[in-house]
């Protein structure tokens, strides 16, 4: 004989429903322990409902963060100048620790392994834009006019847009492969700053 589940009156629904935007952490110590006792009637389902969503986005959301950086750090390895200024050690440590982070992510939500593609196809718009920026960026530093400086960085930018790869150079498995970094590029016209 199963047991029936009570319909929450709407005072109870209204006020569980408040207590999720007032206070988060009662509210979820709350929804736990109706669950626990099975006591459905005190679960604010629409929320309960979202948050676990959420959960799941966040979970992507991570997934994809890490790709990102991971790609990031790759190409900045890939299109690095001959300068001895640029932290290539760091780019590297950076990499090695998004590929850490990648495979606990992996390891605590395996339903994201066949999102993986999908995920780094994401990740990889935003990484190719944050090297963009952080290359015009790094040759304009010493320019000391505001001006002449937001010229010299949009036309970097624009150059690098152009020099860049448009698709992902990297597989999947090179991106998670913890041994593998990129050769550098060896650029005929690598885009400097003209001061």
Same mark, same amino acid.
């Given at each position: 004989?199963?047991?029936?589940? !009570? #319909?929450?009156?709407?005072?109870? *629904? ?5 207590? %999720? ?6 509210? *979820?110590? &709350? ?11 005190? #679960? /604010?389902?629409?929320?309960? +409902? ?6 799941? @986005? ?14 990031? %750090?790759?190409? !900045?390895? &890939? ?5 001895? +200024? ?26 994201? !392994?066949? !999102? ?12 190719? @834009? ?6 015009? =960026? =790094?040759?304009? *530093?010493?320019?000391?006019? /505001?001006?002449?400086? %937001? ?5 970097? +930018? ?7 790869? &448009? ?6 498995? &090179? ?19 003209? %001061?």
């Amino acid at each position: 004989m199963g047991v029936a589940a !009570k #319909v929450p009156d709407q005072q109870q *629904a209204s006020e569980t429903s408040s207590l %999720h935007d007032r206070d988060f952490y009662t509210w *979820a110590v &709350q929804q736990a322990a109706a669950l626990r006792r099975r006591d459905f009637s005190a #679960v /604010d389902w629409e929320n309960v +409902t979202e948050e676990i969503e959420t959960l799941g @986005r966040t979970e992507e959301r991570s997934l994809r963060n890490q790709y990102a950086r991971a790609v990031e %750090h790759l190409l !900045k390895l &890939q299109y690095r100048g001959d300068e001895e +200024t640029e932290p290539v050690a760091g780019w590297e440590s950076s990499v090695n620790q998004a590929r850490v982070e990648i495979e606990e992510v992996l390891q605590d939500s395996t339903g994201l !392994k066949s !999102k993986r593609d999908e995920v780094l196809a994401r990740a990889w718009l935003s990484a190719r @834009r944050a090297v963009i920026e952080a290359f015009a =960026h =790094h040759a304009t *530093a010493g320019i000391r006019d /505001d001006s002449m400086r %937001h010229r010299e960085q949009k036309r970097l +930018t624009r150059e690098w847009s152009q020099t860049l790869p &448009q698709t992902n150079p990297f597989t999947r498995e &090179q991106v998670e492969d913890s041994f593998w970094m990129p050769e550098r590029t060896r650029l005929a016209q690598r885009p400097q700053s003209l %001061h």
